[in-house]
């Protein structure tokens, strides 16, 4: 069965810039390997389900300038972005927040299995952010 790739990638971010948890998790398989940028890799929906609620209380984020890419045969896809966010309570181990806001280029890489996301990797400059908001 060949998977439009592309269409669950664009559900998936879709569900991320409305702060839909439940659409986020609705695409991603049980068993989803989320690797955070600069971080451990997490396994499960209910870890995902976990460091979104953690995001959503720190950050306020919006994808823009989104341009996903998929291979023929569904089984892996990436998307290319611009972060515009506002810094809303302090994440642990980061700078206090007070509401800066910061623009940065980010990117996901995915691999699918039966037509759900198995594996999201994150990837944006650390060192870029850490400048905007210090």
């Keep these: 069965m060949m998977v439009d790739a592309k269409a669950v990638l664009g559900r998936y971010f879709e569900a991320f810039n409305a702060g839909d948890i439940d659409g986020i ?8 390997a989320h690797h955070v940028n600069e971080g451990q890799v997490r396994v499960g929906r209910e870890k995902l389900r976990a460091f979104c609620e953690r995001m959503a209380h720190c950050y306020d984020e919006t ?6 890419f998929a291979n023929e045969d569904g089984t892996r896809g990436a998307a290319e972005f611009m972060v515009n966010g506002v810094y ?3 994440d642990e181990g980061l700078p206090e927040a007070h509401g800066q806001t910061y623009r940065l280029p980010g990117g996901s890489f995915m691999s699918l299995e039966a037509g759900q996301i198995a594996r999201v990797t994150t990837y944006y400059n650390l060192a ?6 210090q």
Excluded: H
């Design 25 to 32: 998790l609705a695409e991603v398989s049980q068993d989803v």
């Design 88 to 90: 809303l309570a302090t």
């Design 63 to 68: 994808l823009t300038e989104m341009v996903i």
């Design 128 to 133: 870029d952010w850490l400048r905007q908001v």
